[in-house]
């Protein structure tokens, strides 16, 4: 079940590392871009990503993470959070 979960999110990820998710809340704010992709839906894209990020960390036994596993999770943590 885990790899089949990981599967999943690793196929569902976007070109940049993202995962898209469509907002279902009704707009009350006025919308403000925060730099994260995915236009109006940035907010619930970025925190979808977020956990799919986590998940996926939590997956990798400390034997494999190697270098380039370290430097795509802080990629990935620059992408949320890039100031």
Request: charged letters at 15%; aromatic letters at 14%; a negative charge.
């Amino acid at each position: 079940m885990v790899q089949l979960s990981n599967r999943f999110l690793m196929q569902s990820q976007l070109g940049d590392g993202s995962c898209f998710v469509t907002s279902r809340a009704i707009p009350l704010q006025p919308h403000f871009e925060s730099g994260f992709p995915r236009e109006r839906d940035q907010f619930i894209s970025a925190a979808a990503t977020n956990w799919a990020t986590m998940a996926l960390s939590l997956a990798i036994r400390p034997s494999d993470f190697t270098f380039v596993s370290f430097v795509f999770f802080v990629s990935l943590v620059l992408l949320l959070y890039p100031e």
